[in-house]
T-cell receptor
C-alpha cells in the first residue's frame, strides 16, 4: 500500500507569516509530486507541482522536494486569510500515474 | 470550455436504494477516476478507468459499481451494499501521462435519509 502522510492540523498562522506544510511518501519510485488546495465543499485545485529535487517557486508558493528523505513541502509566504483551506499532497506511485492523496492539512490564516 | 461536469450537486439516498452519480468530461481524456472524501479526510480511490470498456477497482470499491461505455462518461452507482455512503464524491479525469495533473468535477454530496 503506497502511503502519503500529512499532519491534519489545523495549522494556524497570523496574516503575513510563512506557512509550512509537510508531506512524506513511501514509494521511492515516485517521480512527480502535486499540491492541491481545497476550500470547504469545493473540489481540489492544483497550485504546485514539482518533479526534481530542490525548490520550485511560483509567486508566494514554494514547493521543496527531497527524494532521498522522501519528503515534499509547501511554503506559503505572506499568508493571507484567503489562503485558509485544506492542502492536499498527491503522489503518483512509481508504477502508474494514479495519485495517492494524503489526508490534507487544514490551514487557518487569522488576521 | 473543456471540463468535467458532475451531477447532481446534492443527492439523498433512502435505505436499500441504489443511486447513480453522473460524471461527463469533454477534455478528450482517456483516464477517469472516482474518489470519495469523508470530513477531515483525504481522497480515497473508488474506481478508475484508463480506457473505454475497461475499469479497475481502487482502494474502497466495495458497495460501488461503474461503467465506461463512452470515453466522455463514467457514472458511479452507490449500491445498497454500501452501508455508509454519506460522503463527498469527486470525479476526475487525466491524460494518463507522467507529470500530468488531475482535472476535477465540482463534486456530489451524498447523504442518507
Amino acid at each position: 500500500q503506497k502511503e502519503v502522510e500529512q499532519n491534519s492540523g489545523p495549522l494556524s498562522v497570523p496574516e503575513g507569516a510563512i506557512a509550512s506544510l509537510n508531506c512524506t511518501y513511501s514509494d521511492r519510485g515516485s517521480q512527480s509530486f502535486f499540491w492541491y488546495r481545497q476550500y470547504s465543499g469545493k473540489s481540489p485545485e492544483l497550485i504546485m507541482s514539482i518533479y526534481s529535487n530542490g525548490d520550485k517557486e511560483d509567486g508566494r508558493f514554494t514547493a521543496q522536494l527531497n527524494k532521498a528523505s522522501q519528503y515534499v513541502s509547501l511554503l506559503i509566504r505572506d499568508s493571507q486569510p484567503s489562503d485558509s483551506a485544506t492542502y492536499l499532497c498527491a503522489v503518483p506511485s512509481g508504477g502508474s500515474y494514479i495519485p495517492t492523496f494524503g489526508r490534507g492539512t487544514s490551514l487557518i490564516v487569522h488576521p | 470550455d473543456g471540463g468535467i461536469t458532475q451531477s447532481p450537486k446534492y443527492l439523498f439516498r433512502k435505505e436499500g436504494q441504489n443511486v447513480t452519480l453522473s460524471c461527463e468530461q469533454n477534455l478528450n481524456h482517456d483516464a477517469m477516476y472516482w474518489y470519495r472524501q469523508d470530513p477531515g479526510q483525504g481522497l480515497r480511490l473508488i474506481y478508475y478507468s484508463q480506457i473505454v470498456n475497461d475499469f479497475q477497482k481502487g482502494d474502497i470499491a466495495e458497495g460501488y459499481s461503474v461503467s465506461r461505455e463512452k470515453k466522455e462518461s463514467f457514472p458511479l452507482t452507490v449500491t445498497s451494499a454500501q452501508k455508509n455512503p454519506t460522503a463527498f464524491y469527486l470525479c476526475a479525469s487525466f491524460r494518463d501521462r507522467l507529470n500530468e495533473k488531475l482535472f476535477f468535477g465540482s463534486g456530489t454530496q451524498l447523504s442518507v435519509l
